[in-house]
């Protein structure tokens, strides 16, 4: 299935139709960015987190958890989300009306370099297919930043110069800051799009919502932009409940915020969100996964970072063992979790030809990450991320343990003791405290605050200087250190116990994207019928497996609706009787469009011998058999056990009864 | 299990060690009122939330939700929300410190009392066991009043008078407002109770937390009090998905949060929880239930609210098809969910005799409940509400349709059409606009907005005062009307369709105050060794169902774990690998904590002959058969096929290998 033919209209009216997801508040007029999942929607991502538990927490005994969504402000100053957690805005100086200040920037450069292309066309006299010419690094890049307003496109043709300035801005458009942002918007003359009014300076806004704990309105609190953050705190507490053994991971699956300045793009960029995040801590010293052998000769299709700076989007495919040895996916644990993803995406229905694995680029990354790779989904909007795969490193773990004074650190015996040269400094209190005087703890710690490394630089600056240097304290001064207030050499140093903070790579999961995805890549229509939508969810992830239907109205049916029912039910089959008084014809229709794989329907011949019809969604073939054997048959289709091929080639099929 | 010996503190601190929950932010010192579930609270809130959707969802085809959070003000001061969601707070005039204010005069005025008991005690030489004098009526209600700060007991002898008064207070504490809580403050002359500092005048506080949607700051928005709101806005696309078939059920399991003034008691008071909601839409003029034959025998303990106002306690034993119809609970739906949630929470682990249905009294019902009858669990804070069962009538629908002008009604076809007489308001436009001129909008709308009783008692006063009467509009103010102005009338009416707001019975579950009810009945300790604790959860809530662990760190045994968790996992039993190099009668213990129900053991006769020992928790018996035979006894028990006692009397006890 591509999406050659595929009309988001359409689709999009059958959700809203069906009720998979619904504007919320709409009877209210609804607000930009959230949304409601209907009883569909809300049983497809009760599947797909059920899966997911499974595949992830049961299947790797991680410790999943269940944080506070009110977080103090203090936690996220930390973190870095208060300072960097941010976009730039700009206003419509006449209307008020506010945009994203990149997003604006860019549809603007990219409404002018359409219609370069298009004076261009013409002045050639040929009508070409081709629109603007692609910018492949950009293009390569996920679909968030598909232009929402940039204006009318007017064929106007642009100076070759100009059309190479705009084309680099635009590869680099997420590398501007706030400053960056109103340079361009002045030099370019850049307008609000659809008044042609001037617009304000670019400010920070900060996505995240903020609102206050407790009765004194002294303690600011903001809703989570991530889950992240909970596990981190907990690590103490989980690294002790897992019997102080490493590495091993912390999950969590639930709702985060993001208070979006112009949310758009349906579910795919929203304001309120759930999400299934994974914080997987290991050795900095060692990303071996003990478990990757298992997963090293599945082959994934990889975008890396050297291909898109080449301005390519060819992708490679490459067995995950072949891509960790050739260092082009870091480790393994990362590359152990690309496949697990890789893996889970594929079982819940995303089709494989439509999933990549996209490196980011420096510029793209996070204020925390330091490496990270996205499983990109391919849907009508373009590539979309859907998995962060990230390498935090031991960024959160450190700076929450610099601010907190606790320890975030594993402690490991040593097989024997080590014995190593380290650069150590020694503070001669006698001389340091009486020449600095009150600037001596600031020196203090700053000199406390030095790596090893920056001790070796340090003391080799004071041996070229005559045995002293300048140093800035932590008081933003700058002061004369000696070598008669301070002692820094190499120590051999003795250690029984290794201590170290672990990294931790981050599978995080935006499940509406996914979830947005999965009914792209399962919709299709019938041949020669296209007002005849299906959604082919595989049946694990169906949001109900059996429809339990009668022929009509006739009062001898309804015992054995049900019967049925209540025996599907047992067996954990969740179903749906339909006796609303349509044809059988339309109520299939209708559970086609709710992706409901199989259909069970009771006629007159049920009420002569028992027999009931069964039919498959994809194919719309039946079979007719004993309600004890449809049952079981169902019983082994929903388990897994059996195919709707093997039960074509075991019973035969049924035709008499004209459904369709 | 009574709690006659339990300690509150041991269970804490078991709980806090085996992390089934934290204090959220604990490294920052934590905030009042916000947990995290650490893993084992986790998998246990998870399958009990699993087990809901199993009992009530799926069992029901009730239509499940999942709706936005962040929920816009307009939205929640049309529900009542804004206005009457709120606690009264006074203040510390001098620390600053912040009390609620009812439970602030209840603490003072409850020491008082037990000062005063204390004193005639001391007074008659006697020194009886009884403490203050229990208030019948108010001991019956729920713990969450439970004094957090009541100041110091001093044994100070009251008058009788005044002992009295301060009983009378009490048991209608719930009955004062702002200037009701100054008034008894200042009679009684309450102070700070700690620094007996002066107090505040009582200010209202709303207890939801605001917050800003989108960049302007101009869009108000409330996390929301319940997950009820969602749902109700969503009526009329359920009713359209149900194929406008009544009586139907929708449901959502989320978050939602309250910014209690001084959260307290743990998990019982907390300021962001995961409730689990149904709302049943039903015919108010007919509340019966389909399946209420299924349930009519089974007995309930109720505590109605004409024996709570005798002063008295004591619990009526009867089966909900007998309180039906003696209209002890008010119809048959109402009493079908009562039974529902009593099988649900006893299912769970709850102790039946710890278990009773309180009606609400009138002065405690929310602003939108018409009736009401919780569920309560009685643990060591006294008797939880932690399941409400209300009707809250056509209040929700009425009002927001009302403010959006959008019909949230159902359209029944008459099975015949109804002919009537029905109170009519015609409008002589003629001489209606060009009288009352710029005012003729208001008050057609205030005429319009009569109900059939209204405008008879109009027409009569009109015909009592001339054909004139004096009417308020909807501008305030007062304006005549006269007979040549509007035409009031009894007309013949024929409906085809009946047109009608369901009534809404909702059963609103507090997760976390079931998880923590479970946990104190589910909790005891070993005869003879009051160190070791059990929690004894069933097998289908319990965090994990297996243990799995080697005799000792012998290398010949790690294949064997790996195999038989694998083939667990396949069979979806949940189950943990603890090689910690513990002894394996301490892994036991831990366990144990865990509530785990089972343990399998590998040791040397493993190597030697694939038998495995298999543990009981409760018992601490043990079985010893292949690993084959242990694989499938344990899947058998965990789908609750087999009991333990059985397993018992089928298999030989093994004793050899000394554990304990």
Not at 238 to 253: D, T, V
Not at 353 to 362: K, T, V
Not at 598 to 624: C, M
Not at 626 to 638: C, Y
Request: glycine fraction near 6%; hydrophobic fraction near 35%.
């Amino acid at each position: 299935m591509t999406d050659k033919k595929f009309d988001r209209a359409v689709l999009d009216q059958l959700l809203t139709k069906r009720f998979f997801f619904a504007p919320s508040f709409n009877i209210y007029g609804g607000v930009a960015g959230l949304y409601d999942y209907g009883p569909p929607g809300c049983a497809l991502q009760a599947n797909v987190l059920q899966l997911w538990r499974q595949h992830f927490v049961l299947e790797e005994d991680m410790l999943e958890l269940d944080c506070s969504i009110m977080t103090p402000a203090e936690v996220l100053k930390t973190s870095g989300h208060v300072d960097k957690f941010t976009d730039w805005m700009c206003k419509d100086l006449k209307t008020g009306e506010i945009f994203r200040a990149d997003h604006l920037v860019e549809g603007v450069l990219e409404a002018r370099l359409e219609g370069d292309a298009e004076a261009r066309r013409a002045e050639q006299g040929t009508a070409a297919a081709a629109t603007a010419a692609p910018v492949a690094a950009k293009d390569a890049k996920d679909a968030k930043k598909k232009k929402a307003k940039k204006g009318k496109v007017t064929a106007v043709k642009l100076d070759d110069a100009v059309k190479e300035e705009y084309t680099s801005v635009l590869a680099q458009i997420d590398n501007y800051d706030g400053a960056g942002l109103t340079e361009l918007i002045q030099r370019f003359n850049i307008k609000s799009p659809e008044t042609g009014n001037d617009l304000s300076e670019p400010v920070e806004f900060n996505l995240m919502f903020e609102s206050s704990i407790g009765p004194t309105g002294h303690l600011k609190g903001y809703l989570r932009p991530e889950t992240a953050q909970g596990q981190f705190l907990n690590f103490k507490k989980l690294l002790e409940f897992n019997n102080e053994r490493m590495p091993f991971a912390s999950a969590q699956i639930g709702r985060s915020f993001r208070n979006e300045i112009s949310p758009r793009a349906g579910l795919l960029r929203v304001r309120e969100f759930t999400m299934a995040e994974i914080e997987h801590y290991v050795d900095p010293e060692n990303k071996d996964h003990p478990r990757f052998a298992e997963v090293k000769d599945q082959k994934l299709r990889l975008l890396p970072s050297n291909v898109q700076l080449d301005g390519k989007t060819e992708l490679l495919e490459i067995s995950i063992g072949d891509a960790v040895e050739q260092k082009i996916v870091d480790n393994q644990t990362l590359g152990y979790f690309l496949v697990r993803v890789y893996l889970f995406l594929t079982r819940i229905g995303i089709n494989p030809e439509r999933l990549r694995f996209r490196q980011h680029l420096s510029n793209e990354m996070a204020h925390y990450a330091c490496d990270c790779w996205d499983a990109e989904i391919h849907t009508s909007y373009g590539w979309i991320e859907c998995v962060g795969c990230a390498d935090r490193s031991a960024y959160d773990l450190t700076v929450h343990a610099a601010r907190t004074k606790e320890k975030l650190v594993v402690r490991e015996p040593l097989p024997e003791p080590r014995v190593s040269q380290q650069w150590q400094l020694e503070i001669n209190k006698k001389v340091f405290g009486p020449t600095l005087k009150k600037a001596a703890k600031a020196v203090e710690e700053a000199l406390t605050s030095l790596t090893e490394c920056e001790l070796e630089t340090l003391s080799k600056r004071m041996a070229d200087n005559g045995g002293k240097a300048d140093i800035v304290a932590t008081d933003g001064a700058t002061y004369e250190v000696t070598d008669n207030m301070v002692t820094i050499q190499l120590a051999t140093v003795t250690e029984h116990v290794r201590e170290y903070t672990p990294n931790v790579i981050e599978p995080s999961f935006g499940i509406g994207r996914i979830l947005y995805a999965l009914m792209e890549h399962s919709y299709w229509t019938r041949e020669g019928d296209e007002q005849r939508g299906v959604l082919s969810f595989p049946t694990v992830v169906a949001p109900t497996k059996c429809l339990v239907q009668p022929l009509s109205n006739h009062k001898s049916f309804t015992p054995f609706l049900g019967d049925i029912a209540s025996r599907l039910r047992r067996l954990g089959i969740s179903n749906t009787i339909d006796n609303s008084s349509v044809s059988v014809g339309r109520t299939y229709a209708r559970n086609d469009e709710l992706g409901t794989p199989f259909g069970i329907t009771v006629d007159f011949q049920t009420v002569q011998d028992g027999t009931i019809t069964l039919r498959e969604r994809d194919s719309t073939k039946q079979i007719r058999e004993k309600i004890e054997i449809i049952v079981e048959v169902l019983k082994d289709l929903v388990n897994e056990r059996t195919t709707w091929a093997d039960v074509m080639d075991k019973y035969p099929v049924f035709t008499q009864q004209e459904l369709e």
